[in-house]
């Protein structure tokens, strides 16, 4: 990976680097969704979601149209929104994965002694 490409790749984990945002960009890349569909959905305060919201529309990661009253967001491009997700889901597994092999590596170690 070159250093722009790394530059580019470091900026995406820090945007995605809060769980609000993941979850709603992963709401977002299933169906389009007003905020308070999505404050629902979260369980999170209005605020918050919508500050979620405005940091996710300044990376360009989603789009918002006006539907009367209400902004509807989507991803602004599913096929990348779908990729970056899979990608973080599949470390996140992998972590857990690594963490629950420590676990039992440890458990056995102590009942060996």
Do not use: W
């Not at 529309?57 to 990348?80: E, F, I, M, S, T």
Request: with cysteine; charged share 25%; net charge positive.
């Amino acid at each position: 990976m070159n250093r722009t490409m790394a530059t580019r790749s470091a900026r995406l984990a820090g945007i995605l680097g809060h769980r609000l945002r993941v979850e709603i960009l992963s709401m977002l890349a299933r169906q389009p969704r007003i905020v308070g569909d999505l404050v629902a959905a979260t369980h999170a305060e209005q605020a918050l979601v919508s500050k979620q919201l405005g940091i996710l529309r300044a990376a360009r990661l989603l789009r918002c149209n006006p539907d009367g009253r209400c902004l509807v967001y989507a991803v602004a491009d599913g096929a990348r929104a779908k990729a970056t997700l899979s990608a973080f889901d599949a470390l996140a597994r992998s972590e857990t994965t690594r963490i629950m092999r420590c676990a039992r590596a440890g458990a056995h170690a102590r009942g060996a002694t």
